[in-house]
């Protein structure tokens, strides 16, 4: 007696099916995330995660009064990485502190505001966490919270903020109100969706 193999059932509430390569061959590759309202979850949390990145790029640069008032805003001449890198403590704050400069500036500026402004319109999420876990990874290492006396030593923002990132881009989250879905289905490669 032989059994038979039900064919995979979609959700018709569900996005139509992608080409994924690791899929089992015989069955139709589903959505990643099939429920409308988790799709939906998650777009609010990529847009959300997106201002954690790009709210730092434009407070240094225009100096809105909250991290950075006026007269120290990047666009006034300050630095918008100086007086954090030359105010560590820890066993990396030589190292950090030496780092300081208008080319640090212009890498930490890039950095931030091209992963939040690829998490804020839904393409490059792919890209983006692994630029934004880099980023997180050095601020960690700035603040090394590992220390006698600090808040956590085993899961603070920076690791919060990381892996939030790495869902995002796992999970597409880009395709639900992002550029995401248009970039797969004109053809840009999938590591750069």
């Known amino acids: 007696m032989s059994q038979a193999t039900a064919a995979p059932t979609r959700n018709p509430r569900s996005t139509p099916a992608s080409t994924d390569s690791s899929a089992d061959p015989g ?6 995330v099939t429920l409308a309202a988790a799709r939906r979850a998650l777009a609010v949390l990529r847009v959300a ?3 954690v990145f790009l709210w730092p790029v434009l407070d240094k640069t225009f100096g809105l009064g909250y991290a950075t008032p006026t007269e120290r805003a990047w666009l006034n001449g300050g630095s918008p990485t100086q007086g954090y890198l030359s105010s560590l403590s820890g066993p990396f704050a030589d190292t950090f502190g030496a780092l300081a400069g208008p080319a640090t500036d212009w890498l930490f500026m890039l950095g931030m ?5 690829a998490l804020l319109l839904g393409v490059g999420t792919r890209v983006a966490a692994v630029s ?22 085993v899961v603070e923002d920076h690791v919060v903020t990381a892996l ?4 995002v881009a796992l999970t597409r989250a880009g395709s639900t109100w992002g550029l995401g879905g248009v970039a797969e289905r004109v053809g840009v490669p999938a590591w750069m969706r």
């Open 164 to 167: 939030v990132v790495i869902v």
């Open 27 to 32: 069955t139709t590759p589903s959505p990643v």
């Open 113 to 117: 505001g091209a992963t939040g402004l």
């Open 132 to 153: 934004g876990t880099l980023l997180m990874a050095l601020l960690w290492a700035t603040t090394w919270p590992v220390a006698a006396g600090s808040t956590n030593p």
């Open 49 to 51: 995660i997106s201002l």
